[in-house]
């Protein structure tokens, strides 16, 4: 039985799985971070796997972006993705949007094609604040991850029971004044294992097992192996979840 052992977590279980199999996924961007993601939901029976990235397979991708191979350099990164994908899991349904993310784009792909829950898988300030805004508008859950050289972060927006991105960080931050991948690097295995993260919160959001990481920060530190936790609250200054 293909999902043998997923069943088998006491936790999970066959209604766990029918779940799974039942929800959809829309995951923005498919590189370092989308890729852990992208193939241990597939892997793990997601239903429906959405996946939105406007860029092309370069070399220098290669080094951390594992949906990718040599064969698939200047093709799209949905369709490199979507070939890898329907190799692992045919079963799944894939749907891929090449395209730019704009607030338009995401608020018509959420409407439209009824996804339960997005993930953050792009490098850009700009577009996780947009991310963030338009699934705080349309009320939809999210996991945000972010990574940079050997370190990054983790944390799950459910709508109305926790803090959104804005809430900690606030306003993006003006152009230059934080240090990019192409300025300080990225080690493959740090965006890994924050994808990988990523998939164990969709999991645990859709099938509701577990506690998800609602006003808390996860902060792992690949140079000295840590992880450590910033707990947060709803900013009352919030441009986009707060009320007032």
Sequence with gaps: MRYERNILVATLGEQGQEKLLQSKVLLIGAGGLGSPVALYLTAAGIGTLGIVDDDVVDSSNLQRQILHGEDCLGISKVESARQRLM?????????????????????????????????????????????????????????????????????????????????????????????????????????????????????????????????????????SMTFRQMKFHKNEHCQACHKG
């Design 87 to 223: 190799t692992l899991n045919s079963q799944v349904h894939l749907h891929t949007y090449q395209e730019r993310v704009t607030k338009e784009v995401l608020r018509q792909l959420l409407v439209a094609d009824e996804y339960d829950i997005v993930v953050d898988g792009t490098d850009n300030f700009a577009t996780k604040f947009l991310i963030n805004d338009v699934c705080v508008e349309e009320e939809k859950t999210f996991v945000h991850a972010g990574v940079l050289a050997m370190q990054g972060q983790l944390m799950t927006y459910v709508p109305h029971k926790s803090p959104c991105y804005r809430c900690v960080f606030e306003d993006e931050p003006a152009p230059g004044t934080v240090p990019t991948s192409k300025d300080v690097g990225i080690i493959g295995a740090i965006a890994g294992t924050l994808g990988t993260l990523q998939a164990m919160e969709v999991i645990k959001y859709v099938t509701g097992m577990g506690e998800l990481l609602l006003g808390r920060m996860l902060i792992y530190d690949g140079l």
